[in-house]
């Protein structure tokens, strides 16, 4: 099972973003997925997670109202699209999915490599 991140890199603060995770190996579509950053020296945080229709979504209060998460079950793919980037959320961003039904779920079992976001000031 792997979980690819993409779509990271150097935007200017006011800039927009979209991350896309995509999952092999096996279906995530009964399952919730999530987004994390973490930031050198700082334990990693979370972003969002989205239920695993799509319909629940729920979002850190630092990203709250800028930040969208969504997915595609046919395509095994959830998406973060970042609006208003602010130089704070510099931060390598990692996708992660759960094997249980539960939501919210307790754990995340498995991670993503992580994506490089840099918002400049």
């Known amino acids: 099972v792997q979980l690819q991140a993409s779509g990271g890199g150097l935007v200017p603060a006011g800039g927009s973003l979209r991350l896309s995770c995509a999952a092999s190996g096996r279906t995530f579509s009964s399952n919730a997925m999530g987004w994390f950053r973490q930031v050198p020296g700082k334990e990693r945080e979370f972003v969002s997670r989205i239920s695993s229709s799509g319909v629940g979504a729920y979002y850190a209060d630092s990203v709250k109202g800028r930040f969208t998460i969504s997915r595609d079950n046919a395509k095994n793919t959830v998406y973060l699209q970042m609006n208003s980037l602010k130089f704070e959320d510099t931060a390598v961003y990692y996708c992660?999915?759960?094997?249980?039904?539960?939501?919210?779920?307790?754990?995340?079992?498995?991670w993503g490599q992580g994506t490089q976001l840099t918002v400049s000031s």
């Open positions: 992660a999915a759960t094997t249980s039904s539960r939501y919210p779920p307790l754990k995340y079992d498995y």
